[in-house]
């Protein structure tokens, strides 16, 4: 079964400096992995994903992830912050069910709070 | 294009009482998805459907929850009786490719229905 580990579940930093979320995950197969962002009271939105190329994997907003096989890792990055940065992060993994149907894990999240 | 769209935001009920919200995903979409986002907790799956036919609901407790896709478009979930413990974030999401591409399949979110339940 697969599962994802968020092992912050809230991130202060400063304004203009760089912060990095991290991801870790297990799962039996192939792995496709999702980073949302979720800012209050709305939905999730799609940051970025990686299925499979390059480990480094850029997304919007200026974030980017590195997918590592071998720590079985996903972390966020972004090497400056923004106040509108503000929101909560959800870490993701994508596998397929019994039925051969696509089935996507989240994690708990982790609350990114930009201080000015 | 529009996105998902779903009603009511917000819901404020008794407990054993019912409730129902509404989804209408993007136009074309094939896959919907209903998740429940407890607070301080991630998107949990409830139940997924492949146009009108459900997917995956093994995490749906089927005693007082339940959902129906019939025209394969627009989609209901029902809570009935709703319990103090349903109170979370509902979310609707749908993806345009089949669950049967190999995990790649971008899914869309909804702005969601806050339940309450006193």
């Known amino acids: 079964a697969q599962s994802v580990t968020q092992l912050d579940s809230q991130v202060p930093v400063f304004e203009e400096a760089p912060v990095e979320l991290r991801c870790n995950y297990s799962s039996s197969v192939s792995v496709y992995l999702f980073w949302y962002v979720q800012y209050p009271n709305q939905g999730l939105q799609l940051l970025l994903k990686?299925?499979?190329?390059?480990?480094l994997v850029k997304g919007i907003n200026g974030f980017e992830a590195e997918f590592n096989k071998s720590q079985t890792s996903f972390h966020l990055r972004k090497p400056s912050v923004h106040i509108s940065d503000t929101a909560e992060y959800f870490c993701?993994?994508?596998?397929?069910?019994?039925?051969?149907?696509?089935?996507?894990?989240f994690g708990i999240g982790t609350k990114l709070q930009v201080i000015p | 294009e529009a996105g998902v769209a779903q009603s009511p935001r917000y819901k404020i009920i008794e407990k054993r009482q019912s409730v129902a919200f509404w989804c209408n995903p993007i136009?074309?979409?094939?896959?919907l998805y209903w998740y429940q986002q407890i607070l301080g907790q991630g998107p949990k799956l409830l139940i997924q459907?492949?146009?009108?036919?459900?997917?995956?609901d093994s995490q749906l407790p089927k005693d007082r929850f339940s959902a129906e896709r019939l025209k394969g478009v627009d989609s209901t979930l029902k809570i009935q009786p709703a319990k103090l413990e349903d109170s979370a974030v509902y979310l609707c999401?749908?993806?345009?490719?089949?669950?049967?591409?190999?995990?790649?399949?971008?899914?869309?979110f909804g702005a969601g229905t806050r339940l309450s339940v006193l």
């Open positions: 999401a749908s993806s345009l490719l089949p669950g049967l591409a190999g995990g790649r399949n971008i899914q869309y």
């Open positions: 459907f492949q146009n009108n036919g459900v997917v995956d």
């Open positions: 993701a993994v994508s596998d397929l069910n019994s039925g051969g149907y696509q089935k996507v894990t």
């Open positions: 136009s074309g979409h094939a896959t």
């Open positions: 990686y299925l499979s190329g390059s480990t």
